[in-house]
Each structure stands twice: as C-alpha cells, then as structure tokens.
C-alpha cells in the first residue's frame, strides 16, 4: 500500500514564526503535491512537484514555499505565519503519468496560528 | 473560475436509503473524474473513479454516473451506512495536466440511522 507520513498530526504556532510541515512517501511516485482544506473551499492547490528540486505554483501560493531535495520527501514553508493560515493542510503523491491520475494522501497536519 | 462545482455543502439521508451526491464541471477536456471521500482529522482516500468515455461505472454499494452533454457527474450510495457519512469531494483531470486534479468544495454526507 502507498503510505504517505505527514510529520506532525497537529501543530499550534505564534503570527510571525516559522512553520515547516514535512511530508514523506514511500511508493517512488514523481508528483508530489500540497493542499489546504478549509470549510466551503474544498481542497486548494498551494504548490506541487513533479521532480527533485522542480516547483510548481498550485491556487493559492502566496505565504508559502516548498523545497524538493530527495523524491519522497516535499516539505511546506511557511516563511512567516499568519492568523489566515490556520487550516488542514494535505500532502500527496501521485505516479507521473498513465492510470486516474489518483492521488495518494496522508493524513493531514492541522495548523493553528494564533 | 471554478471549474467544478458542488452546490450542496449538506445532504442528509436515512440509513438504508439512497444517497445522491452531484458535481458540475465546465470543461470539456476532462478525461478522468474522481471521488474522495474524506472522514474529520483524516485524509481523503479515493473512492470510485469513471473514465470520460464512459457513462457508469459501479463498485458494490458505490456507481458513479457520467452525463457528458450536461458535464454533470454523480455518486450513488446504495443502501447508504451510517458509516459513510463524511465529505465527499468530487475531482477532475485534464489529460496531460501535470497538476493532476483539480477538486469540488465538497459535500457533507450525514447517513442518520
């Protein structure tokens, strides 16, 4: 089975800090993405990554960053948190191409800025 | 510009019965449509999925239908389980698109026994 870890299950951080959110998969997939869920919104694309080191923006890229430096491994920068921050945020995999183009996710990291 | 719409936040249904979860799309160039079902504090996981060149595709209690004229695609819980109340999300890709898929706002599924 694909198994994709996110770091930190819930996470409560300060306006202003830095907030790195981690996220690793096991199954050798080439896109790896991040979302934010929030109530109405549905799932919103924040940046995905369909190699090592490349970067792509989603929907909603502004406050964020990502790095890429090992293929299973795609972390989430928030460089400098704000309150508007607050949500579920999902990280995926998925094969590069062929198939439904399913997605794999892990279990979510629920971020409060307060 | 929302590409796929799900105009219901909320749908409540009696255990036993049949639950009718609707997504709307506007792009013609979709070749797969998928549904995510999604329980609090967890991550989505996929549900059933319908190629565009297809009008149904069923997998047990779950059939997912495909109305390409209308760009209407909907989810079919038959009996529908306590159980399967949660978010379903309904998603959609474009051929070729490296940002695979692009998702609906959801719909609560409240099964009340």
């Known amino acids: 089975d694909v198994k994709v870890t996110q770091s930190s299950r819930y996470l409560v951080k300060r306006t202003g800090e830095k907030v790195f959110l981690e996220c690793v998969q096991d199954m050798d997939h080439e896109n790896m993405f991040w979302y934010r869920q929030d109530p109405g919104l549905g799932l919103r694309l924040i940046y995905f990554s369909y190699d090592v080191k490349m970067k792509e923006k989603g929907d909603i890229p502004e406050g964020y960053s990502v790095s890429r430096e090992k293929k299973e491994r795609f972390s989430l920068i928030l460089e400098s948190a704000s309150t508007n921050q607050t949500s579920m945020y999902l990280c995926a995999s998925s094969l590069a191409s062929g198939g439904t183009g399913e997605l794999f996710f892990g279990e979510g990291s629920r971020l409060t800025v307060l | 510009d929302q590409q796929v719409k799900q105009n219901s936040p909320s749908l409540s249904v009696q255990e036993g019965r049949i639950s009718i979860l609707n997504c709307d799309y506007t792009?013609?160039?979709?070749?797969?449509f998928l549904w995510y079902k999604k329980y609090p504090a967890e991550g989505p996981t996929f549900l059933i999925s319908i190629s565009s060149i297809k009008d149904k595709n069923e997998d047990g209690r779950f059939t997912v239908f495909l109305n390409k004229s209308a760009k209407h695609l909907s989810l079919h819980i038959v009996p529908s389980q306590p159980g399967d109340s949660a978010v379903y999300f309904c998603?959609?890709?474009?051929?070729?698109?490296?940002?695979?898929?692009?998702f609906g706002s959801g719909t609560q599924l409240t099964v009340l026994p």
């Open positions: 998603a959609v890709r474009i051929s070729g698109s490296a940002r695979q898929l692009t």
């Open positions: 792009n013609s160039m979709f070749d797969y």
